[in-house]
């Protein structure tokens, strides 16, 4: 396939947390560039209705299952008979806790979707992808990968674990033709934060000075619609308050 910058007609994406803020607008950017698409999402409703709209094919499942995660390779292969050009690992899980009042239960489940999910889905398709000489693994990080923040203690955790997955491959995919990318966003608007109510609190970014969601989409699909030669390893995306959203 020829794959040419700025058109992805002839993509086949997996994308994971469709249902999401970041993931709906990313969906319909990419069902815009002519990608195709599966989508995976917890919520069934939401999920059929996107997938309608952007005659795209719906997975309905929880990323907490690891049955049902290992059981998304055979359903992708009814649908396209080889892996994807690109898997998204979108979906994310969020707690706001210190970390003395942190459950294990809470700690296990966003590390579930966070990192062991993505580590589970990125394990089913590489082999493929390397035998093939080509695909792409995009990871959405995020700053609290990087840089503490207090109440984060799960959530970090999942993250800079991540960060250490995407580093490992970094050096691992490097002249195999399958490309990583790292994409680490500030805060951004979405219902991720509905929970916790950030206007109302001082310890808290705005939601007006967060990002919006399309500055992430952006961000993923000008890595996924570079040249064949050209592998974006990481996209680090800052708000930029002052300038109001962009
Ligand atoms: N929002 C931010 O401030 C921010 C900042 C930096 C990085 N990020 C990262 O950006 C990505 C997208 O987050 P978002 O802001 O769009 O959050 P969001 O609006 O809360 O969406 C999260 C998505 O992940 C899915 N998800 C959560 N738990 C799941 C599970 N157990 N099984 C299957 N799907 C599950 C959600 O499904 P349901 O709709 O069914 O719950 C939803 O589709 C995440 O990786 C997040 O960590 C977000």
């Known amino acids: 396939m020829t794959k040419t910058r700025g058109e ?13 803020g970041v993931g709906r607008v990313l969906a319909e950017r990419l069902g815009q560039g002519g990608a195709e698409l599966v989508l995976l999402g917890r919520g069934a409703e939401a999920l059929e209705e996107l997938a309608v709209r952007l005659g795209a094919r719906a997975i309905v499942g929880d990323l907490t299952d690891g049955e049902f995660v290992a059981g998304v390779r055979d359903r992708v292969l009814d649908s396209w008979g080889e892996a ?16 003395a009042e942190t459950e294990l239960s809470a700690f296990e489940r966003v590390l579930t979707v966070n990192l062991r999910a993505p ?5 089913a ?15 959405i990080g995020s700053v609290a990968g990087r840089k503490a923040f207090p109440g984060n203690a799960a959530y970090s955790a999942s993250k800079y674990g991540l960060r250490g997955l995407h580093e490992v491959l970094v050096e691992e995919l490097r002249g195999t033709g399958v ?10 608007d979405t219902p991720l934060w509905d929970r916790f109510d950030p206007d109302r609190r001082t310890d808290l970014p705005a939601r007006a000075e967060m990002l919006a969601p399309g500055a992430v989409a952006e961000a993923v699909y000008f890595a996924i619609a570079q040249p064949e030669a050209v592998c974006v390893e990481e996209i680090v995306i800052r708000a930029n308050p002052a300038a109001g959203r962009r």
Do not use: C
């Open 119 to 123: 580590f589970q889905l990125a394990r």
């Open 84 to 99: 994807p050009d690109v898997l998204v690992n979108n979906a994310g899980a969020f707690e706001l806790a210190p970390f």
């Open 125 to 139: 398709w590489l082999p493929d992808m390397l035998a093939r000489g080509s695909g792409h693994i995009v990871n």
């Open 179 to 188: 490309k990583i990318t790292w994409i680490e966003p500030s805060a951004v």
């Open 8 to 20: 992805l007609s002839g993509y086949r994406v997996l994308l994971t947390g469709a249902t999401g």
